[in-house]
């Protein structure tokens, strides 16, 4: 009970910090920008609120300037239950991309930012 207590306080802060030290977005001209999130309406980011990788990458996110699904996975269950069942397991961040009809999953924030990196930074 303590143990969770001092994570969620912990988790909070971590985002209350990270709230007010964002880094600056991309800009992009209007073209690109509405391209970029194109692109981007095919992803959703699987995450829990307080996790510090969670914030990470939701910090690359804001940098790239695009808005990506976020889907919460520790408090709503069917969010949950599409993770596990889809993705194979109950893990965040995990970024789910939609691709020719089909759905792939990225664990792992480096990989997700990776990934995000290639697919944005040069947009």
Same mark, same amino acid.
């Given at each position: 009970?303590?143990?969770?207590?001092?994570?969620?306080?912990?988790?909070?802060?971590?985002?209350?910090?990270?709230?007010?030290?964002?880094?600056?977005?991309?800009?992009?001209?209007?073209?690109?920008?509405?391209?970029?999130?194109?692109?981007? $309406?095919?992803?959703?980011?699987?995450?829990?609120?307080?996790?510090?990788?969670?914030?990470?990458?939701?910090?690359?996110?804001?940098?790239?300037?695009?808005?990506?699904?976020?889907?919460?996975?520790?408090? $709503?269950?069917?969010?949950?239950?599409?993770?596990?069942?889809?993705?194979?397991?109950?893990?965040?961040?995990?970024?789910?991309?939609?691709?020719?009809?089909?759905?792939?999953?990225?664990?792992?924030?480096?990989?997700?930012?990776?990934?995000?990196?290639?697919?944005?930074?040069?947009?």
């Amino acid at each position: 009970m303590l143990l969770k207590l001092l994570r969620n306080g912990l988790g909070l802060l971590i985002v209350f910090i990270s709230s007010i030290t964002l880094p600056k977005q991309i800009q992009r001209p209007e073209e690109q920008q509405k391209a970029a999130q194109q692109l981007a $309406n095919k992803l959703s980011l699987y995450q829990f609120y307080g996790c510090p990788f969670c914030v990470k990458t939701r910090r690359a996110i804001h940098a790239l300037n695009i808005k990506i699904e976020y889907r919460d996975a520790a408090n $709503n269950k069917q969010h949950r239950s599409e993770l596990l069942e889809q993705g194979g397991e109950i893990k965040v961040p995990c970024l789910r991309i939609e691709e020719a009809g089909t759905s792939r999953w990225l664990y792992e924030s480096s990989d997700i930012i990776n990934y995000l990196n290639k697919q944005f930074a040069n947009s």
